[in-house]
């Protein structure tokens, strides 16, 4: 079935320093693929998207490019700040069952001044 | 918008007994879906609703049950707690734009 893999954490970086977070995925089909993030005691929050091949999602800094011929979805982000130290989850979505996602294990990120 | 509402937000249940949560979602949003997050487990999909009918169901036991209402509110039910079914429920509810989801706080359940 379908899955997702991400590095594992925790991923602890100085404030200022160049972030990545590996993820990679199997999938049939051509699914949508996302990253959220999940803050101390808070539910999960879309942090950016892309639904086809060669697409960069991106948003408050962070990027990731849906790479279908190495089947990756890395998250990077040039200069991290100690406020986005949080957990961070790599997803995909199947075409064929719209609503459901399949998530990795998430990467914790501690950043620290 | 108001974003996704979840309640009650903390419950402490003993084992045997059942439990209900409940989702209201965006305004507009017809789908719903369940997680169940856990440190060991993960996130995994439990179910989703979309007008009030199941579209979509995880690898749970029948103890596991949902149901959604005409509002798109959206119930699930835990019966005969086990203490493996501690865990933080996140709701997600969907208007169907490339399946983004927007995720409610969750309800933390822990189970005695």
């Known amino acids: 079935g379908d899955s997702v893999t991400q590095m594992e954490g925790p991923v602890t970086l100085s404030e200022e320093a160049f972030l990545t977070i590996n993820c990679t995925y199997t999938?049939?089909?051509?699914?949508?693929l996302f990253w959220y993030v999940q803050y101390p005691g808070e539910g999960l929050q879309l942090l950016l998207k892309?639904?086809?091949?060669?697409d960069k999602g991106s948003n408050k800094g962070f990027e990731a490019t849906y790479r279908k011929e190495t089947t990756s979805f890395h998250l990077e982000k040039g200069s991290v700040q100690v406020s986005d130290s949080a957990v961070y989850f790599c997803?995909?979505?199947?075409?064929?069952?719209?609503?459901?996602?399949?998530f990795g294990t998430g990467t914790r990120l501690q950043v620290f001044p | 918008k108001a974003g996704v509402t979840q309640t009650p937000r903390y419950l402490i249940k003993t084992r045997g007994q059942q439990v209900t949560l409940s989702c209201s979602p965006i305004?507009?949003?017809?789908?719903v879906s369940w997680y169940q997050q856990t440190p060991g487990q993960g996130l995994q999909f439990l179910f989703e609703?979309?007008?009030?009918?199941?579209?979509n169901k995880g690898n749970f036991p029948g103890r596991f049950s949902g149901r959604q209402f005409s509002n798109s509110r959206s119930e699930m039910n835990v019966s005969t707690l086990e203490l493996g079914d501690s865990a933080l429920y996140l709701c997600?509810?969907?208007?169907?734009?490339?399946?983004?989801?927007?995720f409610g706080p969750g309800t933390r359940l822990t189970v005695l």
């Open positions: 997600a509810s969907s208007g169907g734009n490339y399946n983004e989801q927007f």
């Open positions: 999938a049939t089909g051509y699914p949508s």
């Open positions: 892309a639904t086809k091949a060669d």
């Open positions: 997803a995909l979505s199947d075409q064929t069952n719209t609503d459901k996602l399949i």
């Open positions: 305004s507009g949003h017809r789908s």
């Open positions: 609703y979309f007008s009030e009918t199941q579209r």
